[in-house]
């Protein structure tokens, strides 16, 4: 019996969790939630700004301690600028490193040469809003909603990434 009042009490937190994460249409999907945070030189950067983009954008959550999360992006980045060409994505790489390692965030992706736009989160608040456990967390937002979330990494998960990609834009037209 304990086990059981356990068991729904985990599931009654998570539901709860998870319903005031996003606020829905009537359709059903999830908006993206307006949080302030700041870009890679530290300037200010609202989230909604990310929904003005005509077209999809990924949103990937990420962290420079997380081998998944880079060779996630790095995998992608041999693939972006096709990528963009063919569907007109845009690709938010939102960085979770705390105050602690956030530093380490610029030379890396420098290093990597990603051409991609790069936030940070240091302080979760866009993490909780998105309603992000762990990471890497991959979102697909189009027009400002989303229709697309991925946790963790294994090689083949860009492919359906871009399949998803392809099924948007082609919608679109």
Request: charged share 25%; net charge negative; aromatic share 12%.
């Amino acid at each position: 019996m304990r086990k059981a009042g356990i068991g729904f009490l985990a599931f009654a937190l998570v539901f709860a969790i998870t319903s005031f994460t996003f606020t829905s249409d009537e359709g059903g999907t999830k908006s993206l939630p307006s949080v302030d945070i700041q870009n890679v030189k530290g300037e200010a950067f609202n989230t909604l700004d990310i929904a003005n983009h005509e077209g999809p954008v990924i949103i990937s959550f990420w962290a420079t301690w997380c081998s998944p999360c880079k060779r996630e992006l790095n995998t992608i980045a041999e693939l972006y600028t096709d990528w963009q060409e063919e569907t007109g994505v845009e690709l938010y790489a939102v960085s979770i490193d705390d105050e602690r390692t956030k530093s380490r965030v610029e030379p890396y992706i420098n290093a990597q040469g990603w051409e991609y736009n790069i936030l940070l989160d240091s302080n979760f608040d866009f993490k909780r809003a998105m309603g992000v456990n762990n990471v890497p967390h991959t979102f697909i937002v189009m027009d400002g909603k989303i229709v697309y979330s991925h946790n963790n990494y294994a090689p083949g998960d860009e492919d359906a990434l871009y399949d998803k990609l392809l099924e948007l834009t082609a919608d679109a037209e």
